[in-house]
T-cell receptor, first 115, second 112 residues
Framework: AQKITQTQPGMFVQEKEAVTLDCTYD???????LFWYKQPSSGEMIFLIY??????QNATEGRYSLNFQKARKSANLVISASQLGDSAMYFC????????????FGTGTRLKVLA | DGGITQSPKYLFRKEGQNVTLSCEQN?????MYWYRQDPGQGLRLIYY???????QKGDIAEGYSVSREKKESFPLTVTSAQKNPTAFYLC???????????FGQGTRLTVV
């Protein structure tokens, strides 16, 4: 069965520093997608970055990059140059390309950026 | 602007009552989803639909029901059989097979 594990319930980072949020996944499918979402206190889910299982390069979107290690089944999110506005919940998610196409989410990591 | 609209934003329900949460999208997406969010438990899938007039149970479907009569709409009914319905409910849509899910703003349901 699909599963996403985020082992860090909460993290602190100093403003302007980089931070890595951990995500490991489990699937028997060969073809899948990995996603990161940000959820501010308002509750909306903001899509940040996507990595396909066959993508050879790590995905990057501005200050966000995804450290994809397929053999380890990990998809860590790296935020560079943290800003106060980055304080939020962050969710890792996976979607299998075959089968039901449903999205499975982890339990999230609450990030607090310190001034 | 294209997007997903959930209403209402806040909803209060008395115990024993059914209540329906609205979800409408104008993104022309075939797939739609309902998730429940509780503190410390992430998002759990209630129901999903890949196409009009078809839907499947997710991991926590007991006490909930849905319909998908139109592509744009995927309402969720929280029935009196749901023992602990107080939670934050998120609706999402996507293109099947590819891409990210797009989310609505959520509905916070409280049982009083």
């Amino acid at each position: 069965a699909q599963k996403i594990t985020q082992t860090q319930p909460g993290m602190f980072v100093q403003e302007k520093e980089a931070v890595t949020l951990d995500c490991t996944y489990d699937t028997s499918d060969q073809s899948y997608g990995l996603f990161w979402y940000k959820q501010p206190s308002s509750g909306e889910m903001i899509f940040l970055i996507y990595q396909g299982s066959y993508d050879e390069q790590n995905a990057t979107e501005g200050r966000y990059s995804l450290n994809f290690q397929k053999a380890r089944k990990s998809a860590n999110l790296v935020i560079s140059a943290s800003q106060l506005g980055d304080s939020a919940m962050y969710f890792c998610a996976m979607r299998e390309v075959t089968g039901t196409y449903k999205y499975i989410f982890g339990t999230g990591t609450r990030l607090k950026v310190l001034a | 602007d294209g997007g997903i609209t959930q209403s209402p934003k806040y909803l209060f329900r008395k115990e024993g009552q059914n209540v329906t949460l609205s979800c409408e999208q104008n993104l022309n997406h075939d797939a739609m989803y309902w998730y429940r969010q509780d503190p410390g438990q992430g998002l759990r899938l209630i129901y999903y639909s890949q196409i009009v007039n078809d839907f499947q149970k997710g991991d926590i479907a007991e006490g909930y029901s849905v319909s998908r009569e139109k592509k744009e709409s995927f309402p969720l009914t929280v029935t009196s059989a749901q023992k602990n319905p107080t939670a934050f409910y998120l609706c999402a849509s996507s293109i099947p097979r590819v891409g990210e899910a797009f989310f609505g703003q959520g509905t916070r349901l409280t049982v009083v």
